[in-house]
């Protein structure tokens, strides 16, 4: 499976941004997604993920209410929807697939090449 992420740029704060990751190769469906994101210094960290069904999401505190995670499956792609952003959420972020709906970046077997949110205050 190739992920190519996309949709970041610079926002205000308080603004919104959608991420896309676009799925190639095998089947995607069959998937987890998880979403990470790293910003500089620090280690890559869980933002949040979907089971291949769409049942089941998982979210990390810190944007939990903010953040929303969908997947259309005739696109491949998998969405991460990123409402009232605060500067604290300036980071590369990262589209990752795997078997399970995990926390652990060990977790996922396939990355995505990662797309820079600079949130401004």
């Known amino acids: 499976v190739q992920l190519q992420a996309s949709g970041g740029g610079l926002v205000q704060a308080g603004g919104s941004l959608r991420l896309s990751c676009a799925a190639s190769?095998?089947?995607?469906?069959?998937?987890?997604v998880g979403w990470f994101r790293q910003a500089p210094g620090k280690e890559r960290e869980f933002v949040g993920a979907?089971?291949?069904?769409?049942?089941?999401?998982l979210y990390a505190d810190s944007v939990k209410g903010r953040f929303t995670i969908s997947r259309d499956y005739a696109k491949n792609t998998v969405y991460l929807q990123m409402n009232s952003l605060k500067p604290e959420d300036t980071a590369v972020y990262y589209c990752?697939?795997?078997?399970?709906?995990?926390?652990?970046?060990?977790?996922?077997?396939?990355w995505g090449q990662g797309t820079q949110v600079t949130v401004s205050s």
């Open positions: 990752a697939a795997g078997p399970q709906i995990v926390r652990s970046t060990r977790g996922y077997d396939y």
């Open positions: 979907m089971s291949w069904s769409g049942g089941s999401s």
């Open positions: 190769g095998r089947t995607f469906s069959s998937y987890a």
